[in-house]
């Protein structure tokens, strides 16, 4: 299902094969294009359905048969934590970055280990390392 394809667009993604949500549920086309106009998707479909001639002035990208999936999230937790993560949670809410809270010995790396062998971190903003202490 193709939609309306608008002459002013940035960049075309073609020769892929793309999964949608279109008409609330699971599809997926193969030898598909996608349109950005933006920054957003402005048309998906088959690359039969492109027109012809396309505009120019286009940024172009062949996918080679990869897949594209358009607004997907890979939302997921890691359950081995050991302890919370809540004040971390706070201190991002209140603008604090990832690299803050490792200095702060916070961070999923301190959590990946009993409490008797939690990792500190040594954190700059262009290089993260940590070590394990015994």
């Known amino acids: 299902m193709a939609t309306r394809f608008l002459k002013k667009i940035d960049r075309l993604f073609t020769n892929c094969r793309a999964a949608t949500m279109a008409g609330g549920?699971?599809?997926?086309?193969?030898n598909a294009a996608l349109a950005v106009a933006g920054g957003k998707i402005s048309w998906i479909g088959p690359m039969?359905?492109?027109?012809?001639?396309?505009?120019v002035n286009i940024e172009r990208?062949?996918?080679n048969n990869h897949w594209i999936l358009p607004g997907?999230?890979?939302?997921?937790?890691?359950?081995?934590?050991?302890g919370s993560r809540?004040?971390?949670f706070e201190m991002r809410l209140a603008g604090a970055s990832y690299a803050d809270i490792a200095k702060a010995g916070g961070g999923i790396f301190p959590r990946s280990r009993p409490p008797g062998q939690r990792m500190k971190t040594s954190c700059s903003i262009s290089?993260?390392?940590a070590?394990?202490?015994f």
């Open 61 to 63: 990208t062949g996918c």
């Open 25 to 30: 549920r699971y599809n997926r086309i193969e």
């Open 72 to 82: 997907f999230v890979d939302c997921h937790t890691h359950l081995i934590w050991a």
């Open 48 to 55: 039969v359905a492109l027109p012809d001639p396309l505009p």
């Open 127 to 129: 290089h993260c390392s």
């Open 86 to 88: 809540a004040e971390e």
């Open 131 to 133: 070590w394990t202490i």
